[in-house]
């Protein structure tokens, strides 16, 4: 285990942390009065906090820890890295080494012709970047009608303002004057709660078309693109049936409409 080599008191940190840190996706009130839970190391699937206990570290972090903690062979690579070239940017017309190799490495491990590569800090930008990329892309073709992005209730796609509002979670939409224009919700293919008497093979289907309907609702002429989690992730990790993908494949195929699959933590 990797000893935490922090030597504060753990109320002391939580009243340091408390007058000066605020926290998403948390009760700031609570937090005062409880105060947090303070992780001062890691090792494997392990985190420990400044008490000494150890928990299992089942989300991997914010489901992003996909290799574990304590890798030293990472460490040492970052390091030689932060010492040669710590930063630089790819806007006008710059790259460098580091970037090209890891494009490179993405469109070897991405399937069929997804070869190009846009990078983003996190989650929530790169799907604001969807919605500029898709919506830019159609005006290109000369479409410039086609704004409208589908997506899904209880979807989530992060917490900036393109991104929460994409995302299906009516108390992110209540802050600050959500959804953003042009985006539209259908029902999530979550059988367990939606299925009533259908198969799950029928539901799956169901679920699909409720996208055709909305297209043929809204008009093709307006939509750009389809934005979904394969698997759902925060909204309660729905796996939908094995019949709604290929279906919206389909469907996003027989019309032009965009499919942008989000993976920030499938
Ligand atoms: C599907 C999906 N999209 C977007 C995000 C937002 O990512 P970030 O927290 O890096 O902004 C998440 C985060 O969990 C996610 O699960």
């Given at each position: 285990?990797?000893?935490a080599?922090n030597?504060?008191?753990?109320k002391?940190?939580?009243?340091?942390d408390?007058?000066h840190?605020l926290?998403p996706f948390?009760?700031?009130?609570d937090?005062?009065?409880?105060?947090a839970?303070?992780?001062?190391?890691?090792?494997?699937v392990?985190?420990?906090d400044?008490?000494g206990?150890?928990?299992l570290?089942a989300?991997?972090?914010?489901?992003c820890?996909?290799?574990?903690?304590?890798?030293?062979?990472?460490?040492?690579?970052?390091?030689?890295?932060?010492?040669a070239l710590p930063?630089?940017?790819?806007f006008?017309q710059?790259?460098?080494?580091?970037v090209i190799?890891?494009?490179?490495?993405?469109?070897?491990?991405?399937p069929?012709?997804?070869n190009?590569v846009f990078?983003?800090s996190?989650?929530s930008?790169?799907n604001?970047?969807?919605i500029?990329?898709?919506r830019?892309?159609w005006a290109l073709r000369?479409?410039?009608?086609?704004?409208?992005i589908i997506?899904?209730h209880?979807?989530?796609?992060g917490?900036t303002m393109?991104?929460?509002s994409?995302?299906?979670?009516?108390?992110?939409?209540?802050?600050?004057?959500m959804p953003?224009?042009?985006?539209?919700h259908i029902e999530?293919?979550?059988?367990?709660?939606?299925?009533?008497e259908?198969?799950?093979e029928?539901?799956?289907?169901i679920?699909a078309?409720?996208l055709e309907?909305?297209i043929h609702?809204?008009g093709e002429d307006?939509?750009a693109?389809?934005?979904?989690e394969?698997?759902q992730g925060a909204?309660?990790?729905?796996v939908?049936?094995?019949?709604?993908?290929?279906e919206i494949?389909?469907?996003?195929?027989e019309?032009e409409?965009?499919?942008i699959?989000?993976?920030?933590i499938?």
């Amino acid at each position: 285990m990797n000893i935490a080599t922090n030597t504060f008191p753990t109320k002391e940190l939580q009243k340091r942390d408390a007058a000066h840190h605020l926290h998403p996706f948390t009760a700031n009130s609570d937090l005062a009065q409880k105060g947090a839970r303070i992780i001062a190391g890691a090792e494997g699937v392990y985190i420990t906090d400044t008490e000494g206990r150890d928990y299992l570290d089942a989300m991997a972090g914010l489901w992003c820890v996909n290799i574990g903690y304590g890798r030293h062979e990472l460490a040492d690579v970052a390091a030689r890295q932060m010492a040669a070239l710590p930063y630089y940017n790819t806007f006008f017309q710059s790259s460098h080494l580091p970037v090209i190799e890891l494009s490179e490495k993405l469109a070897e491990l991405a399937p069929g012709d997804l070869n190009h590569v846009f990078y983003g800090s996190s989650g929530s930008e790169a799907n604001d970047t969807n919605i500029r990329l898709a919506r830019f892309y159609w005006a290109l073709r000369d479409k410039p009608s086609k704004k409208i992005i589908i997506s899904r209730h209880n979807a989530y796609h992060g917490s900036t303002m393109g991104a929460a509002s994409l995302g299906g979670m009516s108390y992110m939409h209540a802050q600050g004057g959500m959804p953003i224009p042009d985006i539209h919700h259908i029902e999530q293919p979550d059988w367990w709660s939606l299925g009533g008497e259908h198969s799950p093979e029928d539901f799956g289907k169901i679920a699909a078309r409720r996208l055709e309907e909305a297209i043929h609702f809204l008009g093709e002429d307006k939509v750009a693109a389809f934005i979904a989690e394969p698997i759902q992730g925060a909204g309660g990790v729905i796996v939908p049936p094995e019949t709604y993908w290929p279906e919206i494949q389909r469907i996003c195929d027989e019309r032009e409409i965009l499919l942008i699959a989000v993976e920030v933590i499938c």
